[in-house]
C-alpha cells in the first residue's frame, strides 16, 4: 500500500479545516473564529467553539479526514469518524465507527448510530475518497476501478447525506462539507475516474446548496491544494 501522509502536511491540513470550522461557527450563530496569523499559529489553537455540536467525518482516519477530526474535536465538538478501519493512532476523543462506504446498508447503520448514541447530527463532511489505477489512460481503465471509485468518491456522498438531512431538516438545519479536488477543474492525464467524481462532487454541492439552503442547511465544497496520500481501501 502507498505510504500515509507525510508528516509535513499537518499543519497545512490543520490550517485548512480550522478555516472550515471559522465558516461554521459564523453559520451555526457561535463565537466568530480568530483568524490565524500563520499556518503554525493554525494548527496550535481552535478557532471556533462548536462545544454541543456534533460532528461525523467519512475517511477520517487519515489525511485530510484526520486532520478535519483533530481540528473539529479541538474546537470542543463530538467527533464521529468512519473509516474502513480504525487509524493507528487515532484521534484523542473521537468516536470510531467501521464503515465500508461502498455498502449502503453500513453508510445508513453510521449515520443512524451516530445521531442515536451522541442525540444528533449537525456537519457531515464527506470526505472520503481513494484513486485506483492511477496513470491509466482511460481506454486501458477497468471498469472495476471506475465503479468502485464512483461507488467511494460519489455515491457514498449522496448515500451519507441522504440519510442525514432528513435529520438536519426535522432539528432546523446543518452543514454538509464535500471534499472535492482541483482535478475536478483542470485535470491531468491518468486519472480519469478520479476527475470525474471530483467535477461530479462539485456539481453535487451546488444542488445540495440549491435545494436545501432555505431550510437551513449550507452545502459547500473544499480542494486540498495539495496532494496527500493516506491508506487504500484494504
Excluded at 454538509?176 to 475516474?193: E, F, R, Y
Excluded at 454541492?205 to 459547500?220: D, K, S
Aim: charged share 15%; proline share 6%; net charge negative.
Amino acid at each position: 500500500p502507498p505510504p500515509r501522509a507525510p508528516t509535513t502536511h499537518a499543519p497545512l491540513l490543520q490550517a485548512m479545516a480550522q478555516r472550515r470550522i471559522g465558516g461554521l461557527a459564523r453559520h451555526l450563530r457561535l463565537h466568530p473564529p480568530t483568524r490565524p496569523a500563520s499556518t503554525t499559529a493554525a494548527a496550535s489553537a481552535p478557532v471556533a467553539d462548536l462545544t454541543g455540536r456534533v460532528v461525523l467525518v467519512t475517511g477520517g482516519g487519515d489525511g485530510i479526514g484526520g486532520g478535519m477530526v483533530k481540528a473539529f474535536v479541538e474546537s470542543g465538538a463530538t467527533v464521529v469518524y468512519a473509516d474502513i478501519k480504525e487509524h493507528e493512532q487515532p484521534p484523542a476523543a473521537a468516536h470510531y465507527m467501521e464503515c465500508d462506504v461502498r455498502d449502503r446498508d453500513s453508510i445508513k447503520e453510521v449515520v443512524a448510530g451516530t445521531i442515536e448514541q451522541h442525540g444528533g447530527l449537525d456537519v457531515l463532511c464527506n470526505n472520503v475518497g481513494v484513486v485506483l489505477e492511477a496513470g491509466q489512460p482511460l481506454h486501458e481503465t477497468s471498469d472495476d476501478a471506475w465503479d468502485t471509485t464512483l461507488a467511494v468518491n460519489l455515491t457514498s456522498y449522496f448515500q451519507f447525506s441522504k440519510h442525514a438531512i432528513p435529520h438536519m431538516l426535522e432539528h432546523g438545519g446543518g452543514s454538509i462539507i464535500n471534499t472535492a479536488s482541483v482535478q475536478g477543474l483542470q485535470s491531468m492525464a491518468g486519472v480519469c475516474s478520479y476527475a470525474a467524481s471530483k467535477g461530479a462532487i462539485s456539481s453535487l454541492t451546488r444542488q445540495m446548496a440549491v435545494e436545501y439552503a432555505t431550510q437551513g442547511i449550507r452545502a459547500h465544497h473544499t480542494a486540498a491544494p495539495v496532494a496527500v496520500v493516506s491508506a487504500t481501501l484494504h
